[in-house]
């Protein structure tokens, strides 16, 4: 068991909506990462939160805010979904050194 | 920027037959290696990483800088082994992967 939960499991949302998908990690884990993986392509990496505070970004746009608590859960937001955003989010903990683990990710669909 | 590819979206093997998924890399640093595997409705999860150099349900890989490759070996496949396979790097002084698209392993009996 990774360890990493990831909720919901699978939404679907209307073109211009707001989601926010949540996940939290092992116990002891404090570094959380999200990517994003569309049908037929790798996980790509979007942001990763440590501390609480955003430390590495990828090649996403604004509209892919995220934020992490103290207990270091983390939440990702994306605003003004397009249908294009349809994909499968996965969250990912660890940290320099340690194994990544991945939850099961959650699947967005954008109609 | 860093870069993995995996050639082969898929390769279809009978069971005992070699089996062999490749992954090419590049990067400019020094970086680590590792293959996920994705079994039919289950979560991404780590087969082996280049410097533990283990062997894990039979799969080897060994990284090849000269040739920047990682390939996954296994001598006799078996039908459990169709999954979805990824191969990632991580570069250093990050804790971030960089995913090549995958290839799916079919193995027939």
């Known amino acids: 068991d990774a360890g990493v939960t990831q909720s919901p499991t699978h939404l679907i949302k209307t073109r211009g909506q707001q989601v926010t998908l949540r996940c939290s990690p092992k116990?002891?884990?404090?570094?959380v990462s999200w990517y994003q993986q569309a049908l037929g392509q790798g996980p790509q990496f979007i942001f990763q939160y440590y501390e609480e505070e955003e430390r590495q970004r990828g090649n996403f746009p604004d509209r892919f805010s995220g934020h992490q608590f103290p207990n270091y859960s983390s939440e990702l937001n994306v605003n003004a979904l397009l249908l294009g955003d349809s994909a499968l989010y996965l969250c990912?903990?660890?940290?320099?050194?340690?194994?990544?683990?991945f939850g099961e990710g959650s699947w967005l669909t954008v109609v | 920027a860093q870069r993995v590819t995996q050639p082969e979206k898929l390769l279809s093997v009978f069971k005992g037959a070699p089996v062999e998924l490749k992954c090419n890399y590049s990067y400019s640093g020094s970086p680590e290696l590792f293959w996920y595997v994705q079994y039919s409705r289950q979560r991404l999860q780590l087969l082996l990483r280049h410097i533990s150099r283990e062997s894990i349900k039979g799969f080897t890989a060994d990284l090849n800088k000269g040739e920047t490759s990682f390939h996954l070996k296994k001598p006799f496949a078996q039908e459990e082994d169709s999954a979805m396979y990824y191969c990632a790097l991580r570069a250093e002084g990050y804790s971030t992967l960089t995913f090549g698209k995958g290839t799916m392993l079919l193995v027939s009996p």
């Open positions: 990912a903990a660890g940290g320099s050194g340690n194994t990544i683990y």
């Open positions: 116990s002891g884990h404090d570094t």
